[in-house]
């Protein structure tokens, strides 16, 4: 690890920072960043750093004051805002306490803060107050993390960093070890550093540069010790990935289905998962055949990991559907036996409302990789971030050949619940369609892009599945600015069966599986009968027919190897009741693909898939996006009735009875209605038309 401090950089942040917020905290959000930037110090909040300086008040006065790291900021993008200021003085004679408890911990921070709007500090903040020392640098860093956590770990870490750095052993995150912390220092009052067992490393100086200095150098001092023990190879995988990666394709949907937890709402009867792979050769290496089994099903190197990762993984061989769901369910009894266990032995058990579900967040499944899962991409990403860390720690040690030691599961339980590291988790308004996988064909047009805009909205994850080309690449861009990791582009042929077969796939890959289907691709011709050519006829029937066909079979063998229901949302037409002359192809097989629709209504029930249409008229475009139909049929409708763009469009608005423009937003307002499941229809056609009573479905 480099020692990154640049005397340019820093003046840089002095010029930027300092005129508002004085040089110390320019420079602590300088050397914060620098932390923030090495993934092997810092993961998703994982550590804090303080100054101590002053404070002007409102008469003038400067008082002492400390600025720490706030919850929900990570180092890597700190901003001076990021460090909360807090009255050091009335912090600092709350060491004088023999006890305080987490509530109380809290509320004193947040009533000492400077600025009331400050974000509350972190959990760690009176252990930055009672050190003396100006600035204070904390991190979980990987190398720290190998010595502490083997049998025998505080000698190592004394062999390696040498007796200027004291070693405290594990002491739950708060009060107690902020108090412990100060009188360790207290009795070694010269030394440069601490390391806390099983936690993590703090330096300190007075300056920003000498605290994170120590920090590079002892952490490089750790690579290097360990460097020099690794005696044993690493391991060599016995399956490539792409052996890895076709069995994980087809077990993914029965694991996301076995994870899935059964609710009492009839609607909404699942509690879903979102699945993030991780499988490279040094995973595949590390899960081996299972000889490092007992290693890897150790407890997690940080007890802030808990409430991510949760105490243990679940080790999967099973591949069978039976098998996964029975190793499941074993997991869940091991975990509400573990809360039994320790909450009854420490502080009781959280109320019902507050105890986290029982599912595992990371899965082990030899030969096929580790799976990582959250109710959200967002989450299950966080989860796989540290599985990374957690068994690249893991698998050195092994080499190392040491033995994994990690906190009681007292202290686990703890921390795991632990109030102030659940407020980190707090909801904080989950969408309505945040767990769910969806998936859009003809997305690129403009009822497509509307409907992904809705969806997206709601907190879907959405594949957005289009031919190859411009639409589908400007809509992807479009639509990940806006909401990023949720948005995959998938090039997907509705005409071909393997190339559906090949977009589900990939979507299982990214995600774990697929809730929620829209049918929407679709051509349109404008011929009479008369004057009909049959491979004009044929091309409508190979995308309205077929591909709709392509994909109901794929969706229903996937619902049905994933167990947790689904919906389907055809994109229909007020042709299906009302056709119009010249317009034969486009109705007819458009009238095709809906009674397909109808048809899964009746074949899916039984998996509680529900398949539903939605009948628009005419929609011209969706912002700049103007729709593939009225490219078609636009200059063939104005011809025939002598008007432009604009009358055509009020020609269309005014045949409704509503006098209803119809926009993108309202279809897909109406595949919302059906997708968020409001009332328990299948089979059923909802009109977006202003009111067309020929084409009104009976
Ligand atoms: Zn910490």
Redesign the pocket.
């Known amino acids: 690890m480099d020692n990154r401090w640049s005397a340019a950089e820093a003046a840089q942040f002095v010029f930027r920072y300092a005129p508002r917020w004085g040089e110390a905290l320019a420079l602590r959000t300088y050397s914060s960043r620098l932390l923030g930037g090495e993934r092997a110090l810092v993961l998703h909040g994982?550590?804090?750093t303080s100054v101590k300086g002053e404070w002007l008040n409102l008469l003038g006065e400067k008082i002492p004051a400390i600025f720490v790291k706030a919850s929900g900021w990570n180092l890597a993008g700190i901003e001076p805002e990021g460090h909360s200021p807090l009255a050091l003085d009335f912090l600092q004679r709350l060491q004088g306490l023999a006890t305080l408890g987490d509530a109380e911990m809290v509320q004193a921070l947040r009533a000492n803060l400077l600025d009331p709007a400050a974000a509350t500090p972190s959990i760690?903040t009176l252990l930055h107050v009672f050190l003396p020392h100006t600035f204070i640098d904390?991190t979980?860093a990987d190398a720290i993390l190998t010595l502490t956590n083997q049998v025998g770990g505080a000698a190592l870490i004394a062999e390696a960093l040498g007796d200027e750095v004291i070693v405290l052993p594990y002491v739950h995150?708060g009060f107690a070890l902020s108090l412990a912390v100060a009188e360790a220092f207290a009795k070694a009052p010269h030394s440069r550093a601490m390391v806390?067992m099983q936690?993590?490393l703090l330096t300190w100086g007075e300056t920003a540069q000498e605290s994170y200095a120590a920090m590079v150098a002892l952490v490089n001092r750790a690579e290097r010790f360990i460097a020099q023990r690794l005696h044993l190879p690493p391991p060599v995988a016995r399956v490539t990935l792409a052996e890895a990666r076709q069995r994980y394709a087809e077990l993914a949907p029965r694991l996301r289905g076995a994870l899935a937890v059964k609710t009492e709402d009839a609607d909404h009867p699942w509690q879903r998962f979102v699945l993030r792979p991780l499988i490279t050769e040094e995973i595949l290496a590390l899960l081996g055949t299972g000889e490092r089994r007992e290693l890897l099903l150790s407890p997690p190197l940080?007890t802030?990991h808990l409430i991510r990762i949760k105490p243990l993984p679940l080790w999967l061989e099973a591949q069978d559907t039976e098998g996964i769901q029975a190793a499941v369910e074993g997991y869940r009894q091991a975990y509400r036996a573990y809360l039994q266990r320790e909450g009854a032995a420490e502080t009781g058990m959280p109320p019902p409302e507050q105890l986290f579900d029982s599912s595992p967040r990371l899965i082990f499944m030899p030969g096929v990789g580790v799976v990582c899962a959250g109710h959200t991409s967002a989450d299950a990403e966080i989860a796989r971030d540290l599985a990374v860390q957690t068994l690249a720690v893991k698998g050195v040690i092994a080499r190392m050949g040491g033995q994994y030691e990690g906190v009681t599961p007292q202290a686990q339980f703890a921390m795991e619940y632990y109030g102030p590291q659940r407020a980190k988790l707090a909801p904080g308004g989950a969408l309505p369609l945040g767990q769910r996988v969806a998936l859009v064909t003809g997305a690129a047009g403009a009822i497509g892009s509307g409907i992904c805009r809705v969806l997206l909205e709601q907190g879907c994850h959405l594949a957005v599945v289009d031919l190859p080309g411009e639409g589908l690449d400007s809509l992807t861009v479009e639509l990940q600015s806006a909401h990023g990791g949720r948005v995959v582009p998938v090039a997907m042929d509705v005409t071909d069966a393997q190339s559906v077969a090949s977009g589900l796939r990939e979507v299982i890959q990214k995600w774990g599986g697929l809730d929620l289907l829209i049918l929407n691709a679709g051509l349109a011709h404008v011929s009479s009968l008369e004057e009909m050519q049959s491979e004009a006829f044929q091309r409508l029937q190979r995308v309205n027919v077929e591909g709709t066909l392509h994909l109901l079979s794929a969706a229903a063998r996937h619902f049905r190897c994933q167990g947790t229901g689904g919906d389907v949302v055809l994109i229909s037409t007020k042709n299906v009741f009302a056709p119009g002359a010249n317009f034969g192809a486009y109705s007819a097989t458009k009238a095709a693909a809906h009674q397909l629709a109808r048809i899964a209504s009746l074949e899916l029930a039984a998996l509680d898939v529900r398949v539903n249409m939605v009948a628009p008229d005419g929609v011209f475009s969706d912002g700049k996006r103007s729709s593939g139909l009225w490219a078609e049929v636009g200059p063939d409708r104005m011809r025939a009735r002598g008007l432009d763009a604009a009358g055509l469009e009020s020609y269309y608005q005014n045949r409704n009875l509503l006098k209803a423009r119809i926009t993108a937003t309202h279809v897909a307002r109406a595949v919302l209605f059906f997708a968020t499941r409001q009332t328990p229809s299948t089979g059923v056609t909802l009109p977006v038309d202003g009111g067309l009573p020929d084409a009104t479905p009976r």
Request: glycine share 24%.
């Open positions: 994982g550590g804090n760690e904390h979980h995150p806390l936690h993590g940080t802030d």
